[in-house]
């Protein structure tokens, strides 16, 4: 049980184009979602957390425009990464929090490339 | 600054014998601690999690000790076995359950020794 799903799990774009990212649960209900980055050897960093019908909040430095969070139900978030520049480009990890021990659960990852 | 760290960026251990790795956190609102185990490009997989009230915490081969006066916890691997080879990442939350978004140590690349 308390699996997430990503999609897709790569994607190379052009720079200027804009990338959608999709975090499901698939086997239980999260009210709360949380989208992470990761950069080459370094620790993941929260970006946002969000939170089903209602407005995403994002960490300080995270632009709320480039990064658009779409939370529709308790099973799917969204992360848009807009306007994207090689600079955006690394490792976006979703976890979703549920399941039997209520804990944050993490998807497979998002590796995107941005050229 | 971290405010969760791991200062072992490698941990070589032998097959059959305890892993111990360390974490330490200097934030004193966090309140909930767990560990996760990652293989290259996937997400983290939970391993276990300790709250502040406890000092700790045992699931099967996994025990994580939680020394809140010293902000120190460590999560003890036993015995060791191949498969347990992959980063492990400490993390802390503020709230119970992770309610809140976590705050992630750097890692610590654990590998087992035939």
């Known amino acids: 049980g308390a699996v997430v799903s990503q999609h897709p799990s790569w994607v190379i774009c052009k720079s200027g184009t804009s990338v959608k990212i999709e975090c499901r649960s698939l086997?239980?209900?999260?009210?709360?979602m949380f989208w992470y980055r990761q950069f080459p050897k370094q620790s993941l960093m929260l970006m946002a957390t969000s939170n089903e019908g209602s407005k995403a909040t994002y960490e300080q430095g995270v632009e709320k425009d480039k990064f658009l969070i779409n939370h529709a139900s308790l099973t799917l978030s969204t992360l848009t990464v807009t306007s994207a520049h090689p600079e955006d480009s690394s490792f976006y990890i979703c976890?979703?929090?549920?399941?039997?021990?209520?804990?944050?659960?993490f998807g497979p990852g998002t590796r995107l490339t941005v050229l | 600054d971290q405010q969760v760290k791991q200062n072992s960026p490698s941990l070589s251990v032998q097959e059959g014998r305890i892993s111990i790795l360390n974490c330490d956190y200097t934030n004193s609102m966090f309140d909930y601690f767990l560990w996760y185990k990652k293989y290259p490009a996937e997400g983290p997989t939970f391993l276990i999690s300790?709250?502040?009230?406890?000092d700790k915490n045992e699931d099967g081969r996994f025990t994580v000790f939680l020394n809140k006066s010293a902000k120190h916890l460590s999560l003890h691997i036993v015995p060791s076995q191949p498969g347990d080879s992959a980063v492990y990442f400490c993390?802390?939350?503020?709230?119970?359950?992770?309610?809140?978004?976590?705050?992630f140590g750097k890692g610590t690349h654990l590998i087992i020794q035939p």
């Open positions: 086997d239980f209900q999260a009210t709360t």
């Open positions: 300790i709250s502040s009230i406890k």
């Open positions: 976890s979703a929090r549920g399941g039997v021990t209520d804990t944050q659960y």
């Open positions: 993390a802390a939350s503020a709230r119970t359950g992770g309610a809140d978004g976590l705050t």
